[in-house]
T-cell receptor, first 112, second 114 residues
Framework: DGGITQSPKYLFRKEGQNVTLSCEQNLNHDAMYWYRQDPGQGLRLIYYSQIVNDFQKGDIAEGYSVSREKKESFPLTVTSAQKNPTAFYLC???????????FGPGTRLTVL | SQKIEQNSEALNIQEGKTATLTCNYTNYSPAYLQWYRQDPGRGPVFLLLIRENEKEKRKERLKVTFDTTLKQSLFHITASQPADSATYLCAPFFAYYGNNRLAFGKGNQVVVIP
């Protein structure tokens, strides 16, 4: 059963703590992405990766970090430097950059 | 800078009617444009892709048009049903130097009233 998974679905953290969101895909896609979505807002790109061991900053990378050690995995760390981390986070993948993107179910992060 | 514009106001439409959404863009014309559907609390799902040399694309009750002169794509849902209620995002790909990824509009919500 191919797809893209994100865990957990809901995540609560105290202010000042780093937190890592998981994203895994078994679609054999080269490209992966992280987006942030706030209520009533569109998708904002945080980071993207077009190949293992390579990633690029998106439009709102400050306060976030990523790694791409395996093709299937693209975890996102929300650091304490992110001023307003409470949001809905979406991971996506595509065969290559520019191609149709397949999205995970999302993680809703709430920082208390 | 490149802009993508979708209507921020929700479209309320009676069941059975045709819903029409607009995606406008500025400056460069996209090589292709995709439309996605997003339900509340879920990730977007790809629906249709239309290329710059195509005028129209259809999939079941969905139809997309692309007018490079008007710098606009229209998304139509014919014989709309309550299950079509969702937010629809347009995502053009602008093939200019230095750009290598899709851009997403903010989306336009559709509410189909039974």
């Amino acid at each position: 059963d191919g797809g893209i998974t994100q865990s957990p679905k809901y995540l609560f953290r105290k202010e000042g703590q780093n937190v890592t969101l998981s994203c895994e895909q078994n679609l054999n896609h080269d490209a992966m992405y992280w987006y942030r979505q706030d209520p009533g807002q569109g998708l904002r790109l945080i980071y993207y990766s077009q190949i293992v061991n390579d990633f690029q900053k998106g439009d709102i990378a400050e306060g976030y970090s990523v790694s791409r050690e395996k093709k299937e995995s693209f975890p996102l760390t929300v650091t304490s430097a992110q001023k307003n981390p409470t949001a809905f986070y979406l991971c996506a993948s595509s065969i290559i950059l520019r191609d149709t993107q397949y999205f995970g179910p999302g993680t809703r992060l709430t920082v208390l | 800078s490149q802009k993508i514009e979708q209507n921020s106001e929700a479209l309320n439409i009676q069941e059975g009617k045709t819903a029409t959404l607009t995606c406008n863009y500025t400056n460069y014309s996209p090589a292709y444009l995709q439309w996605y559907r997003q339900d509340p609390g879920r990730g977007p799902v790809f629906l249709l892709l239309i290329r710059e040399n195509e005028k129209e694309k259809r999939k079941e009750r969905l139809k997309v048009t692309f007018d490079t002169t008007l710098k606009q794509s229209l998304f139509h849902i014919t014989a709309s049903q309550p299950a079509d209620s969702a937010t629809y995002l347009c995502a053009p790909f602008f093939a200019y130097y230095g750009n290598n990824r899709l851009a997403f509009g903010k989306g336009n919500q559709v509410v189909v009233i039974p």
